[in-house]
């Protein structure tokens, strides 16, 4: 069989600039053939590898490898460079650690790449474009799709599983992308637009949902969207206090910082994470602490420290009241950097089917626009915590860093009950009012 097309993010750059976040927070699990590999490295303490521990330990029915006492990969050295890539060279290292923050996911008859935004580099859009890294990306596409593939079948439009093809999959994301996009509109109304042109096509009979009859209805649908929302003099919504509460709820598992380290807490830690879980879902008093990603730490500190005004440097956790105020988010700059996410996570299919919890496509979509107000409630309460009264765009950029780590990857957001929370706040119209809500 013809090895599939790869399909390349556009609007994207990235290169690794070395905040060594990746190998200090993530679990790096590898396969029996590349332990072998290592074990054949033959480490020893002349090459400064820890030797109070073993490098590599078991992993379920897999492998992983082992952390130093700071919660570091046992590979990483103390200038924070990997010792395998500078002993072996990058070929070397395991499949996940030269993969990362790149996603690669099979989509019909094309292998599609998304990018993760948990790395500082790709959220601050830094480094080559990824376009040109063609050659090495289907390099890597190879390694990850394995030889016997066989092309998956389409998510389901929605719950009710409406059959969708893969052509009416690649129909609708350009037409999101473009509504997305395009347009004088600020990104929410664009947003609210999309996300109201799909809950009407939800209501369609199924065989609308495909082919040519598709491709009649989505410009009347989105015209009619457009009479919806024509532009940012469109009232505010405002979601009910139990949407209010889903969201913090959703927010709370998208700020959790799992780590080999909170791993190794025990049942103090598990007892914290009950406790924020408590306190997000009451949402009255002070914010939770949370510590920052070690990434975001390295990356942002000194951008945001640079644009603060006249700052108090408070650093005292904000109220939940407070994060419910007005704060400016329907700003340009913020919204360049929506507007790449969005594409970036659509045309790597990184929102549905197998890529996202095999979520439907509507309901992976809605997932996805939850992340905007997400991210903007992270960065309000960045700003507010640092004791500035305005978001800068280094706190929506260290937001979004820590929200998407989780994004796609977290199991906490793969349960059913988290499932069922998207599909409720839809039921209820609440996934625009949130959107509009904490985009003022
Ligand atoms: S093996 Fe190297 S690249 Fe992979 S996590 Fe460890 S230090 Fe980082």
Not at 63 to 69: P, V, Y
Not at 284 to 309: C, H, K, L, Q, T
Request: positive net charge; hydrophobic residues 40%.
């Amino acid at each position: 069989m013809a090895r599939p097309g790869v399909i390349l993010p556009i609007l994207q750059n990235w290169s690794c600039h070395n905040c060594g976040g990746c190998c200090r927070e993530h679990q790096i699990v590898i396969t029996a053939e590349e332990k072998k590999r290592i074990d054949k490295q033959k480490w020893k303490t002349a090459d400064g590898v820890v030797d109070d521990r073993p490098l590599i330990v078991a992993h379920g029915d897999r492998f992983r490898l082992n952390h130093q006492a700071d919660g570091a990969c046992v590979f990483l050295d103390e200038k924070g460079l990997c010792r395998i890539h500078a002993k072996f060279g990058e070929a070397a290292k395991p499949l996940a650690c030269r993969a990362y923050p790149y996603a690669v996911h099979p989509s019909g008859n094309s292998v599609t790449v998304s990018l993760r935004f948990s790395c500082p580099s790709v959220v601050q859009n830094l480094g080559e474009p990824v376009a040109q890294q063609r050659k090495n990306l289907e390099a890597l596409a190879q390694e990850i799709v394995p030889s016997n593939y066989t092309a998956p079948k389409a998510p389901p439009f929605g719950s009710g599983q409406q059959p969708l093809t893969w052509p009416d999959v690649t129909l609708l994301l350009a037409f999101i992308e473009r509504g997305l996009s395009a347009g004088k509109a600020s990104f929410v109304t664009r947003l609210l637009r999309v996300l109201s042109w799909l809950e009407l096509l939800e209501q369609t009979p199924d065989d609308a949902l495909r082919g040519d009859p598709l491709g009649r209805l989505l410009p009347a649908l989105h015209e009619a969207s457009v009479r919806a929302f024509p532009d940012d003099t469109a009232p505010l919504l405002k979601p009910t206090s139990i949407a209010r509460t889903m969201f913090r709820q959703f927010v709370a598992q998208l700020l959790r910082h799992d780590t080999e380290l909170t791993a190794r807490g025990g049942l103090m830690e598990r007892l914290r994470l009950l406790s924020d879980g408590v306190r997000f879902t009451l949402g009255r008093g002070r914010v939770p602490e949370m510590a920052d990603p070690i990434s975001v730490r390295v990356a942002f500190s000194r951008g945001i420290a640079e644009s603060m005004d006249a700052s108090t440097g408070s650093n005292q956790m904000p109220t939940f009241s407070q994060l419910e105020g007005e704060f400016g988010g329907r700003n340009p700059e913020f919204d360049e950097l929506f507007v790449r996410y969005f594409r970036v996570k659509l045309q790597g299919l990184h929102f549905c089917g197998a890529a996202f919890y095999e979520m439907s496509f509507i309901d992976g979509f809605r997932s996805l626009a939850l992340m905007y107000p997400a991210t903007l409630w992270v960065a309000h309460m960045r700003a507010t915590r640092d004791g500035r009264s305005t978001v800068a765009l280094p706190d929506v950029q260290a937001a979004l860093a820590t929200v998407d780590h989780n994004f796609g990857y977290s199991p906490a957001l793969a349960t059913a009950g988290s499932k069922k929370r998207i599909r409720q706040l839809a039921k209820m119209q609440q996934i625009t009012a949130l959107c509009s809500w904490y985009s003022r």
